[in-house]
């Protein structure tokens, strides 16, 4: 199949951009590089610069290789940005997506895998949080993806789009070519290795007073390869669904802030110094998934179900490429 990957440049971008020339797909990758890193993308892939907001680069792009699914991974992910510059995110995360999918109904493409987002839910009331958890989002960043999950199902309804929304958990790790670049770096995990190379002095923990077991925060990390393949299986079930579907992608296992601090020392040696700061607005205590329904519907398996298997493949990487993409 041929399939276009928005933000494909970018840190799953790549590594699903990766997964599906593993897997024997043609893939075109269109991304702005605000964020992304062109020596990201796998040389068997199509490389086009250009912005969700272009309705000719889309047109020409749909047009000129014949796409016939789009992976809609592009958009902007920082939450504490989120709540400082709400109309970027809404522009590209929302209207930005509208113009693609328009242009998609307007040259026949109709089937979408859309990246979604654990930050739909909000503060969960049940722990874990399955797809029909009530969906209540404390940050734009959460509110915009959700706003893309309602449009893709109208789109459906119209247009007939065949969809799937895959809600990511807290993705980390690396490939053995591609893994996280971001700058600055946000993420626990990224942030955790850049102290253990000793490219930052200390880890600031966002808070200790949480009603969790140690007071700090908990989430459920999943490896990025994981969440690559759950792509390949959204791709490959796409025609079995005549409506929007949405599944929740994590391990099912919590750890505490704490806890991944740990596990890095074991994986790294390093010491990681960490210093206690007051909580970042926006961060719910706790937030595990289930992903029964995607093991039942999709069939997916966690191929890396360990912490640690995510941290030292996120350390290995950065160990070989110390300054990322920069060569
Ligand atoms: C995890 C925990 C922080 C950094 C992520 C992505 C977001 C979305 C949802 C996909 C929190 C704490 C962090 C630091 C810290 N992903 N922390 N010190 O906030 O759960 O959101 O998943 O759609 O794009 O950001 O992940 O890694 O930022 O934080 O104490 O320097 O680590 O407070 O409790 P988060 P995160």
């Known amino acids: 199949?041929?399939?276009?990957?928005?933000?494909?440049?970018g840190y799953i971008g790549s590594i699903v951009t990766e997964e599906l020339v593993n897997s024997g797909n043609h893939v075109v990758v269109l991304d702005n590089l605000s964020q992304g890193h062109q020596t990201a993308v796998v040389p068997e892939a199509v490389f086009i610069k250009g912005d969700l907001c272009d309705q000719e680069i889309l047109h020409n792009t749909l047009q000129k290789y014949g796409v016939d699914v789009v992976m809609h991974l592009a958009a902007?992910?920082?939450v504490e940005n989120s709540m400082i510059e709400p109309g970027k995110f809404f522009w590209n995360n929302v209207a930005c997506g509208i113009n693609l999918l328009d242009c998609m109904v307007k040259n026949g493409v109709m089937s979408m895998v859309f990246s979604s987002s654990a930050a739909v839910y909000g503060q969960p009331k049940e722990i874990?949080?399955?797809?029909?958890a009530p969906l209540d989002p404390v940050n734009v960043y959460g509110e915009s993806k959700l706003i893309f999950e309602r449009i893709l199902r109208w789109y459906g309804e119209i247009h007939g789009l065949k969809s799937i929304s895959l809600r990511y958990f807290n993705v980390a790790g690396a490939s053995k070519r591609f893994g996280s670049d971001c700058r600055p770096e946000t993420n626990l995990i990224p942030i955790i290795i850049e102290v253990a190379l000793g490219q930052r002095k200390y880890l600031s923990v966002f808070g200790d007073d949480y009603d969790t077991e140690d007071g700090t925060c908990i989430r459920d990390y999943i490896h990025v390869?994981?969440?690559a393949r759950a792509h390949i299986l959204a791709l490959n079930h796409l025609d079995a669904y005549t409506s929007t579907k949405v599944f929740n992608f994590g391990s099912g296992d919590g750890y505490s802030v704490l806890e991944v601090v740990e596990e890095a020392r074991k994986v790294t040696g390093a010491t990681i110094p960490i210093d206690f700061c007051p909580r970042r607005p926006g961060d719910p205590p706790k937030?595990?998934?289930?992903s029964d329904l995607a093991k039942k519907n999709l069939g997916w398996r966690l191929e890396y179900p360990r912490l640690e298997q995510i941290i030292k493949s996120a350390w290995l990487w950065r160990k070989e490429h110390p300054t990322g993409y920069d060569y």
């Open 128 to 132: 874990p949080i399955t797809e029909d």
């Open 1 to 9: 199949m041929t399939v276009l990957v928005t933000g494909g440049a």
């Open 287 to 290: 937030l595990v998934a289930s």
């Open 225 to 227: 390869l994981d969440i």
């Open 76 to 78: 902007d992910k920082s």
